[in-house]
């Protein structure tokens, strides 16, 4: 399988992703912790079937220190017994944000209000910018058809 567009190669393409990644690095110098961005990140792709970004943040993830039982449990979060209340409420938040067009009215007050339990206000900043970075960049390789497997941790620097 081959991309139908070279995202690293196009100028164009290098610039939009440029300022996407810094957005994404301004979310790491945040309170919010990068375990719980790994896990959104993870969630999220799975639902917009983004291989890549499947595949990157699961090795990026294991190469920062999460388990692999935790990784292998993110799609069935409700019934795992391995994530925090605060971790359950961001993957919830994720959810819902991510599968916004499917429910009328968007995110659910009650959502909301299980992840602001948790997380303050710059914390549920980076989570919402968290969610909508990783769901640009799963809409922009699924798109493109970007073939998964291949990634190495840190291969983007």
């Not at 799975?46 to 799609?75: P, W, Y």
């Not at 359950?88 to 944000?97: H, S, V, W």
Request: charged share 20%.
């Amino acid at each position: 399988m081959e991309a139908r567009l070279n995202l690293l190669g196009n100028p164009l393409a290098g610039k939009i992703v440029k300022h996407l990644v810094g957005a994404g690095r301004a979310v790491l110098e945040s309170e919010l912790p990068v375990s719980t961005q790994e896990l959104v990140k993870l969630r999220a792709s799975q639902i917009n079937g983004c291989g890549f970004c499947t595949d990157m943040h699961t090795k990026d993830a294991v190469a920062a220190g999460e388990s692999h039982q935790r990784l292998h449990l993110v799609a069935a979060w409700r019934e795992a017994t391995v994530f925090t209340d605060a971790e359950r409420a961001a993957l919830e938040l994720t959810e819902e944000a991510t599968r916004i067009a499917d429910g009328a009215g968007g995110v659910p007050d009650e959502v909301w209000e299980r992840a602001a339990k948790h997380y303050d206000e710059d914390q549920l900043v980076a989570l919402v910018t968290t969610i909508a970075l990783i769901n640009a960049f799963n809409r922009m390789n699924v798109a493109i058809q970007q073939p998964a497997g291949d990634y190495q941790p840190g291969q983007f620097g």
